[in-house]
């Protein structure tokens, strides 16, 4: 589903954010993407969200070759990529139910379906029953919870997070990353990037660690898997 083949990122001449990096996820793998604070992270989530491109090798989504892929096409790509951030990006003009509802509103769903897959999202995160109300009015757990719903519900085969749990106690990153598992056991192809160890080695996933751009652990390859289309799972 996500593939890296000798990726190599350069900003100028003395700055290279990732160099010849090889890894794959398969449908529904759920892995964590760690490293010290410029290891080159944040490049690769942009690479695979198509906010970058690689300066050399070739990066792969869903069986789609990212390199070349013309520009009326991007929005295309990242319509079947759900993104986790951790500092929510929550609008505070807006309900709960209009936060989720913002990716089916670009995609041009209509107000039904737009009803009925947002009180899906926001019942599996566990609030529906705050869907009306204001997220400056939740917890900062809740307020994650809602970005995780936005999100998801559109039903993207690819889940990025990018230090989802860093602002949360260590019960409130349990429960977030139980909702991470149960979307990868429906096939959803999720990759964590995130600074807490301590997590990492309790999940027991398989983990991609960046050091100074470069992959030294985890960048095990796709064995017989033919590359399908994007779309929904």
């Known amino acids: ?105 670009v995609m041009g769903a209509s107000p039904r379906d737009t009803g009925r897959r947002v009180r899906a999202a926001l019942d599996k995160v566990g609030l529906l029953s705050k869907e009306k109300m204001n997220p400056i009015q939740l917890s900062g757990g809740e307020q994650q919870r809602v970005g995780i719903a936005r999100a998801v519900v559109n039903k993207p085969p690819v889940l990025l997070a990018d230090e989802p749990t860093g602002n949360l106690d260590p019960e409130l990153s349990a429960d977030i990353m139980n909702l991470f598992t149960q979307f990868s056991q429906v096939g959803v192809t999720v990759l964590i990037a995130t600074h807490d160890i301590a997590l990492v080695n309790e999940m027991q996933r398989r983990t991609l660690t960046l050091e100074h751009g470069r992959l030294i652990a985890g960048g095990a390859a796709l064995v017989g898997q033919p590359p399908g289309g994007v779309g929904g799972h």
């Open 1 to 105: 589903m996500i593939e890296f083949r000798q990726v190599t990122k350069r900003y100028d001449s003395d700055h290279t954010a990732l160099a010849q990096v090889n890894f794959a996820l398969n449908r529904g793998e759920l892995a964590f993407l760690t490293g010290h604070s410029g290891a080159g992270k944040s490049t690769l989530l942009k690479l695979i969200m198509v906010m970058e491109r690689p300066s050399a090798g070739e990066v792969i989504v869903g069986g789609q070759l990212l390199n070349s892929l013309p520009r009326r096409q991007i929005p295309y790509i990242r319509r079947h990529i759900g993104v986790v951030f951790q500092n929510h990006q929550l609008l505070f003009d807006r309900t709960v139910f209009d936060n989720v509802a913002m990716p089916l509103e």
